[in-house]
């Protein structure tokens, strides 16, 4: 039972574009959404996050927005950087699970020069 | 503050023998955490200490798995019996309080069962 879903394996963006990440979940029992990025042999490094209560939040170069009548959420990164080229997972956890992350399966960015 | 370190970041080892990993949590972090990443997947939820309590175990913790943090500061997390379908990234994670802003995670370690 994959409980977070993130659809598309890879995406490939041009330089100085936006990219659109996205992840959708089953579980209304989430109070909190995380975005990680991951470079080979490398752990993931946490980007940014976003309550439930929220429908966006915004760091820099990246915004994460929440559709939760959707169960949907998406990351933007504008404009993309050859730096962002890596595997990016959705996560999501609830106050009740011990702060345990559920995970996405990842999504491969490739930034094109 | 020198990040979450992991040890040793690769381990190959044949099948039936017993391996241990360590994780040494970024000092002032009183939660830590050991995720599971296969190839193709996002990591999975293994175990949870607050301190040195180890408050969930998922099933994906077999009986031949077992992890410890004594006096809650690095911890290890050790595979008896080892099989081939233990092959995979060994991550472990730790954070202050809340994991709502995000844990910090370790270089992990691949252990190849052959």
């Known amino acids: 039972d994959q409980q977070v879903k993130q659809n598309s394996p890879s995406l490939s963006v041009q330089e100085g574009r936006i990219s659109i990440l996205n992840c959708d979940y089953t579980?209304?029992?989430?109070?909190?959404f995380l975005w990680y990025k991951k470079y080979p042999a490398e752990g993931p490094t946490f980007l940014i996050s976003?309550?439930?209560?929220?429908d966006k939040n915004e760091d820099g170069r990246f915004t994460v927005f929440l559709n939760k009548s959707a169960k949907h959420l998406s990351l933007h990164i504008v404009p993309s950087q050859p730096g962002d080229s890596a595997v990016y997972f959705c996560?999501?956890?609830?106050?009740?699970?011990?702060?345990?992350?559920?995970f996405g399966t990842g999504t491969r960015l490739t930034i094109i020069p | 503050d020198t990040g979450v370190s992991q040890d040793p970041r690769h381990k190959i080892t044949k099948r039936g023998q017993n391996v241990t990993f360590r994780c040494d949590p970024i000092?002032?972090?009183?939660?830590l955490y050991w995720y599971r990443q296969t190839l193709g997947q996002g990591p999975e939820f293994l175990t949870y200490?607050?301190?040195?309590?180890?408050?969930?175990k998922s099933r994906l913790l077999s009986d031949r798995f077992s992890a410890e943090r004594p006096k809650g500061s690095f911890s290890t997390l050790e595979i008896q019996r080892t099989e081939q379908g233990d092959s995979a990234m060994y991550l472990c994670?730790?954070?202050?309080?809340?994991?709502?802003?995000?844990?910090?995670f370790g270089s992990g370690t691949r252990l190849t069962v052959v």
């Open positions: 200490f607050q301190n040195e309590a180890q408050l969930e």
């Open positions: 000092s002032e972090h009183n939660r």
């Open positions: 996560a999501a956890l609830s106050n009740f699970g011990n702060e345990k992350l559920t």
């Open positions: 579980n209304s029992m989430f109070d909190y």
């Open positions: 994670a730790s954070s202050l309080g809340t994991g709502h802003y995000g844990y910090t």
């Open positions: 976003i309550s439930s209560i929220k």
